[in-house]
């Protein structure tokens, strides 16, 4: 079945970079757009990013704007999510998750942990 | 920047309907979507296109639509649906997404 697996995250201090992986398995990648969502602790979720079909098609939320990357390689079938002069408020879960259309973002990870500390 | 708001919290008793509303100025022109997360879970997609329901998503979850707001409406509430649950939406370009900042649902 459809699945997402995230990685790379990991603890890292302010002004550092950390790159985020997405794999996608169980379904034809390229079908789909591509989501980043984050998850503060405790906090509610955050849109972050996404990406259309071919990669040309790419929006950022306003908090991240210019630090953040978003990426993807239908060949590997992975998104990525390059993020630099990460702040302790960059300090989240970060989720991908696929939506086609707008039938939702309907297929999520289970999340990678982002920390920005010092 | 564009805002969905929802209430902080809903409290119902087992077998009550639950009600939990979005609101935006976007609402009218942009479908919403509802999630609903438990504690260390990823969110799950529960309706979609305002008041569509994905295949496995108990009958009892719906959605509905009015104006500048969207409702989440939970028929017969049990317990395992507890949870938060967040609407997303569109801003009035169609371009950025956002999130409500969630709605605590407790099942007395």
């Known amino acids: 079945q459809a699945q997402l697996v995230e990685s790379g995250g990991g603890l890292v201090k302010p002004g550092g970079s950390l790159r985020l992986s997405c794999a996608a398995s169980g379904f034809t990648f390229r079908d789909y757009y591509m989501t980043w969502i984050r998850q503060a602790p405790g906090k509610g979720l955050e849109w972050v990013s996404n990406?259309?079909?071919?990669?040309?098609?790419?929006y950022y939320g306003d908090s991240v704007m210019g630090r953040f990357t978003i990426s993807r390689d239908n060949a590997k079938n992975s998104v990525y999510l390059q993020m630099t002069s990460l702040r302790a408020e960059d300090t989240a879960v970060y989720y991908c998750a696929r939506s086609m259309g707008r039938d939702g973002l309907d297929v999520w990870g289970q999340g990678t942990t982002v920390t920005v500390s010092s | 920047s564009y805002e969905l708001t929802q209430p902080p919290s809903v409290s119902v008793s087992p077998g009550q309907t639950a009600r939990i509303t979005c609101s935006g100025d976007?609402?009218?022109?942009?479908?919403a979507y509802w999630y609903q997360q438990k504690p260390g879970q990823a969110p799950v997609l529960v309706i979609y296109k305002d008041s569509e329901r994905p295949s496995g998503i108990p009958e009892r979850f719906s959605g509905s639509s009015s104006g500048t707001t969207v409702t989440l409406t939970i028929s017969g509430v049990q317990a395992e649906d507890e949870a938060d649950y967040y609407c997303q939406s569109a801003d009035i370009t169609g371009t950025y997404e956002v999130f409500g900042g969630g709605t605590k649902l407790t099942v007395l």
């Open positions: 976007a609402l009218p022109k942009e479908y």
């Open positions: 990406i259309g079909l071919d990669g040309t098609s790419i």
